[in-house]
């Protein structure tokens, strides 16, 4: 069987500990790989060869740097195939998606070429007799990034690509679940030209992670993943003093007005609530209708297209979604139906029950992978623990609301606070939810706003610690310090200042 290794110095390497986790294939419910977790020395051995690795990165001139990740880039692309199959295959989603998670990695890469512009000073002469004040960004040194399993390409890429460019040296911790990916990202950036040592890949788990978190050499952690362990990241790194930033788990809401075309909202709304099995941080998780009218007839064809969702393995060109990640996810999810029943929400189509000859499920028998059909709950309120709680699952919700202000509160009020869509043909209306509303990402007439590349990504609330978001101008403030010189120099630099005694006052602007 395969063994993944983690990747240090350059190259593939099986470190000193002996513990192997499992990596499956969800479409089939069969171990495909074996992936190693690092012991504390593994990662302190990551760490040594980052840190005599990166003073020489950061002393490249920033458009050798450049060349390196642009043939990075070049190599992905090269390679896009192959990484989306391996991702297909860990994670679950289709093929096509994949490669969607590989290609909104890349654009934060090819964004992070323009670190030169980002990494530019201010400058502001004669502030002062013969004083100038300049400051310049240096990148932090060695620096972690630490990510989820369903954006196994994306989010490290988001990680890397700005800390590189920057002039830091990374290690990546992503997700024992799915390792393939990042390891071969690594692979290719070495083959780009990217010096050994400068970009490493630890697999693990919390020991893998608190090894990171004790180390005094890591300077800032960039966290995607649950809100609990976002919390305890940002927790940790408060007490060690390192920069860190800690995006967590989500529920968003689609606010869907009473004159929004109301195909168009079915349509994006089975898109972005079951699309990757709903394992997306971005997901929309709960419909909110405005009006009852509104809500009867959006019910009516968000089953009519349910029934014609196709579940099928990952690399079935004609499945809309695939499997969840694990056994564990899908128990998870139907506990969460359950508990909706329980709660006297109205489970209008139930994915808990159905067998591999369902009219949902696509192809050949499916039924050792971890498939779970499309789950559509009415009636729900915000007590429930299905309103409550990141199902992270193919389940949609409906929460009714009789005005636009009462659609407002309730993400405005939700604990999480990630993202939101709105659909209206009412430009005021749309304009003055965006103002108002609790979340950091506003989608009109967008079901999935991710903002692209070049400007930032982060939630609210549970769903975001931390001062800046990930990719974007906040990425390059993320991963470099600040450094400010004031100079004095007159007409004759010999006489750098002409000698007038000590001055115990503090200077200031006559
Ligand atoms: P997770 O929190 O289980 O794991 C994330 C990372 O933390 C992994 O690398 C994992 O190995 C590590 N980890 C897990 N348990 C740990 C522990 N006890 N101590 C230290 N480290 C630990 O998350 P996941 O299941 O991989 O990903 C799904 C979650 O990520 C969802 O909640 C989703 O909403 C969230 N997510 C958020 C965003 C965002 O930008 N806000 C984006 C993608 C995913």
Redesign the pocket.
Known sequence: MKTINHYVGGREWAGSSTATQDVMNPSTGTVQAQVRLASTADVQEAINNARVAQPEWAALNPQKRMRVLMEWIRLINEHMDELATALSLEHGKTFADAQGDVQRGLEVVEVSLGAPHFLKGEFSDSVGTGVDTYSMRQPLGVVAG??????PAM?PLWKAGPALAAGNAFIL?????DPSVPLKLAELFTAAGGPDGVFNVVH???Q???AL?DSEVIQAIG????????Q??YTRCAETGKRAQC????KNHMLILPDANLDEVADALVGAAYGSAG?????ISVAVPVGEETATALRAKLVERIEGLKVGHCLDPDADYGPL?AAS?VERVRSYIDAGVEAGAELVVDGRERGATDSNFQGEDLSGGYYLAPTLFDHVTPEMSIYTD?I?GPVLTIVHAESIDEALRLPTEHAYG?GVSIFTRNGGAARDIAQRIQVGMVGINVPIPVPIAYHT???WKA??FGDLN?HGPDAFRFYTKTKTVTSRWTRDDAAITPHSGSHFVMPVVD
């Open positions: 630490i990510t989820p399993f369903n954006f989010i911790k992503p997700s024992e679940r693990g788990d919390k893998a992670v608190d978190l966290f995607v993943g649950s809100t609990p362990i976002a305890y990241i995006f967590g788990g989500a394992e997306r941080c971005m997901a990640v996810a990141e992270f990630n990504f982060g939630g769903s975001g990930q």
